[in-house]
């Protein structure tokens, strides 16, 4: 299972907000405190804009297609993706 977390930006003087990833063999019950208690298990894999659009993203085309699909995106959506999944 991979789990993208669009990360809440501390401040909106950057104009976007980091999207990240973790791979495990599970659901995330709470993906945000996840993602602050374990940092060093995700990794950065894209970015969102200030218009909520994706600007890029490092994985699969259909899961790049199913993020851009729900634009306008927003701090704190979570997409989980089924299947076989390894960092290169």
């Not at 200030?50 to 297609?65: H, I, N, R, W």
């Not at 851009?68 to 089924?82: D, I, Q, R, W, Y």
Request: aromatic residues 12%; proline residues 3%.
């Amino acid at each position: 299972m991979k789990t993208v977390y669009i990360v809440p930006a501390f401040s909106d003087q950057a104009g976007q907000c980091r999207i990240v990833a973790t791979v495990t063999g599970q659901r995330l019950q709470n993906v945000s405190r996840d993602y602050n208690h374990y940092p060093d298990k995700w990794r950065e894999v894209g970015i969102m804009n200030s218009q909520g659009k994706l600007v890029c993203y490092d994985g699969k085309s259909e899961e790049f297609a199913e993020i851009k699909a729900c634009e306008p995106l927003a701090a704190g959506l979570v997409f989980e993706f089924e299947g076989i999944h390894h960092w290169a």
